[in-house]
């Protein structure tokens, strides 16, 4: 290649970097004005709740002096002609009519509390997803779980539910690939970790997301919660894994195995004996068929010999 081909190769991807850049820029500039555009929503909102609060009290107000007055002529009218029931009567009537409107009238200052808190929440999650630290968009993923999305504007819960669902998948591709590096080298902790995200992020996500690495991802944490001694959690990742439709089947009767061992440590014997009996017969020529079998046989003989013993 001549010095002017090799100069124009790389004019050529200056440019393309340029292009790609600059169409960055757009989409960033786009969703700054659609964040704009939301937060404009939410103050015209605000406001609209303000007023019907304020309109609620002029109502209820209104509704008194009216209800009043009305007492007060039918009440001298009715007084007069000795009617003192009927009287007693209608100042009941306006009594509750006052009481009914007082109540919608601090509703309405609830609910417009409400709107104004449940605001201000989603906005401090919102710039927490969009924060440079990953701490704070994990702790942003976990706040998000407690607050009521719905009782926002439509156009700031669909921005919440975008940025968090791309967060999710992001979270899953890079911790599937941590978490696998980490069992691979044998690091069972920082797998056990990463690989817990991918399980518990995966939740929130559509089913055919990536069901693939999902699968994966539980098969990997339950071995690892297995040789942790984390039992409870094995058998969570471990049941999900051969109960899904992405199941290998070079790794099912290892998945048997390691559930019914940990069902086995926690004192789940009959659980424990039903796993080793599928596990068998689901992959009855496998690499752990006789393993298998043989922790099947054993758990029997055991509560054979405890039921006889009683």
């Known amino acids: 290649m001549t010095e002017r081909d090799d100069l124009e190769k790389q004019l050529s991807d200056l440019r393309t970097e340029v292009y790609e850049a600059r169409t960055l820029v757009i989409k960033s500039d786009n969703l700054m004005r659609t964040m704009h555009a939301d937060i404009k929503a939410i103050g015209k909102t605000q406001e609209r709740f303000q007023r019907r609060q304020l309109l609620s ?3 209820a107000y209104a509704l008194f002096a009216g209800v009043a007055a009305t007492v007060a002529i039918f009440g001298t009218t009715l007084f007069l002609g000795g009617e003192r029931e009927v009287i007693e009567e209608a100042v009941a009537d306006a009594a509750a009519r006052i009481s009914a ?3 919608d009238a601090e509703a309405a200052q609830l609910a417009s509390s409400s709107l104004e808190e449940a605001t201000e929440a989603v906005m401090a999650v919102y710039e927490g997803l969009t924060s440079e630290s990953e701490e704070e968009r994990l702790s942003a993923l976990e706040d998000l779980e407690g607050i009521e999305i719905d ?3 439509a156009g700031l819960s669909r921005l919440i539910d975008e940025r968090s669902a791309e967060l999710r998948r992001d979270l899953v591709r890079s911790s599937w690939e941590l978490g696998r590096r980490a069992y691979q080298a044998d690091n069972l902790r920082e797998a056990e970790r990463a690989l817990t995200t991918v399980f518990e992020q995966g939740n929130h996500l559509p089913e055919d997301f990536e069901p693939s690495v999902r699968a994966q991802a539980s098969y990997f ?3 690892a919660s297995n040789r942790l001694g984390n039992h409870e959690k094995a058998v969570r990742a471990l049941k999900s894994y051969i109960e899904g439709e ?3 089947r070079g790794t099912l009767g290892y998945a048997h195995l ?3 061992d940990s069902l086995e440590r926690m004192d789940r014997l ?8 599928e596990g068998a017969e689901a992959d009855p020529a496998g690499e752990h068929a006789a393993a298998l079998r043989g922790r099947a046989r054993q758990l029997a003989r055991a509560e054979a ?3 006889a013993d009683e």
């Open 57 to 59: 009290s002029i109502g």
């Open 101 to 103: 409107a007082e109540e």
């Open 151 to 153: 009782r926002v504007p």
């Open 221 to 223: 944490l339950g071995a």
């Open 246 to 248: 992405h199941v290998r």
């Open 258 to 260: 390691l559930l019914g």
């Open 270 to 277: 009959e659980d424990a004996l039903r796993a080793f009996q």
């Open 305 to 307: 010999t405890s039921s």
